[in-house]
């Protein structure tokens, strides 16, 4: 998908957060030409980043300049790995992809045009991508979101392009558009929760946050206690609720980001506690620092 016009737009609204997201490396191998999701993997040592629509089922593990790692017995150049296949998945439109415990949470909840029947998230164990060409996803959850009824939905409000993990659960953040217009953004997004099992559940919506336009990524950081979330204009950080798991209902901060700079920012990961790493669908690798976000009242 594109979004020139919208974030031209965008460009000429939003003017402040340039200098405090760096640009700090660039993916360049040549079949990673859509960057949608990031994942830290869970030894912390690289990262999980897979296409948009359009690709086969496959992951690439980059490191923080965005190299790409692939099993040195190969012998191959730089260029020429094709990627960690997933056996058992099907790639329509991965939008994001979560590391917990050992897993990997591959996201297939594109959704444009809020039509979509098949949604659904792979679950597979994490494998190491020096040691083997392809890994096998172990089932698929089945995301049904409560409160859609039609397909489409009168209210275009049931794509998702984030994802998280946390003690058990999946959690989505939902990405909204004006009603039949794909290229028209909407303000607000909602959250949902589903129990990170094989098989299929219900998820249960359990809050919402009107200041999120387009919500692109979230991870949850190291410690547990800060949820990070990326949109096409701001970056947001909202602690660990006291009570429950609504993350949105908890205290936030915000980092406003030029979208001349950031472009068309997919993915966001915790790269430790005091800096976050963005990748964009036009490749670049940006570094942001928690220091730089402000309490939002």
């Not at 190969?74 to 050992?102: C, K, Q, V």
């Not at 947001?236 to 936030?252: I, K, M, S, T, Y």
């Amino acid at each position: 998908m594109t979004l020139k016009a919208s974030l031209a737009v965008l460009a000429g609204v939003v003017a402040v957060g340039a200098a405090a997201v760096e640009v700090v490396g660039k993916v360049t191998h040549p079949d990673l030409g859509e960057i949608s999701g990031l994942a830290k993997s869970s030894d912390g040592t690289f990262y999980w980043v897979h296409n948009d629509s359009g690709d086969s089922a496959r992951l690439f593990a980059i490191d923080a300049e965005g190299n790409v790692i692939g099993p040195s017995w190969m012998n191959l150049g730089d260029d020429d790995w094709p990627g960690h296949t997933i056996d058992n998945a099907w790639h329509f439109d991965w939008e994001s992809i979560a590391a917990y415990e050992g897993d990997l949470y591959i996201a297939d909840v594109g959704n444009n045009g809020n039509a979509r029947r098949d949604l659904g998230i792979y679950r597979l164990a994490e494998p190491n991508p020096r040691a083997v060409t392809k890994a096998r996803a172990q089932g698929l959850l089945e995301v049904v979101y409560p409160d859609q009824a039609k397909f489409p939905a009168e209210q275009w409000h049931f794509d998702c392009e984030a994802i998280f993990v946390d003690d058990g659960f999946v959690y989505l953040i939902s990405k909204h558009r004006e009603a039949g217009r794909i290229d028209v953004q909407e303000a607000g997004a909602k959250l949902y929760r589903m129990r990170a099992v094989r098989f299929a559940a219900d998820a249960e919506l359990i809050g919402s946050y009107g200041g999120i336009t387009s919500a692109t990524g979230a991870d949850l950081s190291p410690d547990g206690n800060t949820l990070a979330v990326s949109s096409y204009t701001a970056l947001w950080l909202f602690d660990r609720p006291a009570e429950g798991d609504n993350w949105f209902a908890g205290p936030a901060r915000k980092l406003d980001i030029d979208p001349r700079v950031t472009k068309q920012l997919e993915a966001i990961a915790w790269e430790d506690e005091r800096s976050l790493l963005l990748i964009n669908e036009q490749r670049d690798i940006m570094r942001a620092k928690v220091a730089e976000f402000e309490a939002v009242d």
